[in-house]
């Protein structure tokens, strides 16, 4: 059940790609081995409105959320954290070259209680 949302400044899109960095994401998080490949989503949301800072036209960010099950310990939540704020900071390294750009990751863990899910994928995937 890890979901990983990505919310970005619709300037960024002049020189990143999204959806060459979401499967970036993925890939980083199937790396880990502690979630399995059914179960993993990501995506990218455009924010088309937004003021940070100085209120600067290049000004841009990029705030990643991971929402995951519990059940990793807390050293594992860390690799898998830092692994994926390492890809993401070496795919948008360029972005770091100006005084212009912030980049954010949190990691939530969901409460099993009041989540619910219906996954046709897992089974296809589980039989291979």
């Known amino acids: ?4 949302r990505m919310e970005y400044s619709a ?10 960095l ?13 979630f399995e490949v059914g179960a993993v989503r990501v995506r990218a949301f455009r ?3 937004w003021s ?3 209120d600067l036209a290049e000004n841009a960010f990029l705030d990643m959320e991971f ?9 594992d939540k860390k690799r898998t954290g830092e692994a994926i704020f390492s890809a993401v900071t070496g795919f948008l390294k360029q ?8 980049l954010s990751l949190e990691i939530r863990e969901i409460d099993s209680e009041l989540s619910w ?3 046709a994928i897992h089974p296809r995937l589980r039989d291979k």
Do not use: Q, W, Y
């Open 1 to 4: 059940m890890p979901h990983f």
């Open 11 to 20: 300037n960024l899109e002049a020189d990143v790609d999204m959806t060459a």
């Open 22 to 34: 979401c499967g970036l994401v993925r890939e980083t998080i199937l790396s880990t081995g502690l």
């Open 47 to 49: 924010a088309d409105a």
């Open 52 to 54: 940070i800072a100085d």
């Open 67 to 75: 929402r995951i099950g519990k059940g990793r310990s807390a050293e």
């Open 95 to 102: 972005r770091f070259e100006t005084p212009h750009f912030a």
């Open 117 to 119: 899910k219906k996954n």
